[in-house]
């Protein structure tokens, strides 16, 4: 079944109509979901989700935009969630240099801080990298701990630079912006990289595939994307919903 390795029910955009969505998943052919923490509240919503249903699981980590609310303790707290039975990875984490805010040493900080944090608790990445890719590649570098592994989320990045995270072992994580028109460098991404090294990710509720683009976003348009990976690829879509729920499995630690 699709598995959906990123996304953030919790956002208030689902608020009316949330449990109905997910109960509606499985009979859309969607077996699981990843709730992603962004910051301290949504990690803490993230990890409410994952204990509720036994279908998601959770991330736990401070998305860049967030870093501000960060401390000592905070660093603390994420690891102790580490513990928590259905949190599978810290995330996101990273930088993201779209805008000029948070400061950019700020998030450079926080973001090394995660990353040890993760080696420290032996525990899977997810790392946001926006307009930032030297950066990212060059704190990764210094700080990652490799051999745990995680996924380069919304990968948005050259052809050239995607080699060099499949070379480290990471995956990354392909959404709806392989369907849109001006995702082109994905496609070529997407045709370079190994099928064994992709994962499938909405980040709901935001980058709705094509046809649906502008509306929210949920698992079960991902449909969308394992079309347009196997029409890039050239194989069939229950290959590509088999072999990227085997790596989702493989990069979560999910028996």
């Known amino acids: 079944m699709i598995f959906d390795t990123h996304a953030h029910y919790m956002d208030e955009r689902f608020a009316e109509d949330r449990e109905a969505l997910l109960a509606s998943l499985r009979d859309a052919g969607v077996g699981n979901v990843v709730e992603v923490g962004a910051s301290i509240q949504s990690t803490k919503d993230a990890v409410a989700l994952s204990r509720k ?19 000592d303790e905070t660093i603390e707290w994420l690891k102790g969630l580490t513990g928590e039975p259905k949190v599978v990875a810290i995330g996101e984490i990273g930088l993201d240099y779209y805008y000029d805010e948070p400061d950019r040493e700020l998030q450079k900080k926080w973001f090394i801080r995660q990353l040890e944090a993760a080696k420290e608790t032996k525990m899977p990445v997810i790392i946001h990298s926006r307009d930032a890719a030297q950066d990212t590649l060059q704190i990764m570098d210094e700080h990652c701990d490799w051999s745990q592994g995680g996924v380069i989320h919304c990968f ?16 990354l994580g392909i959404g709806g912006v392989v369907t849109f028109k ?33 509306r929210r976003n949920d698992s079960r348009q991902l449909t969308y994307v394992v079309d347009a990976i196997a029409q890039i690829k050239g194989i069939d879509k229950e290959e590509v919903i088999r072999v990227t729920e085997e790596n989702a499995k493989k990069m979560y630690r999910i028996i």
Not at 54 to 62: E, P, Q
């Open 53 to 71: 249903h036994d279908f998601v699981y959770s991330a736990v980590g401070v998305h860049p935009d967030g870093v501000p609310e960060m401390t």
């Open 156 to 171: 948005s990045y050259t052809v050239e630079t995607a080699k060099i995270y499949l070379r480290k072992g990471f995956y």
């Open 182 to 214: 001006n995702g082109r460098k994905l496609v070529e991404v997407v045709k370079e990289a190994p099928l064994e090294q992709l994962v499938l990710e909405t980040d709901s509720p935001y980058l709705t595939p094509v046809p649906n683009r502008g």
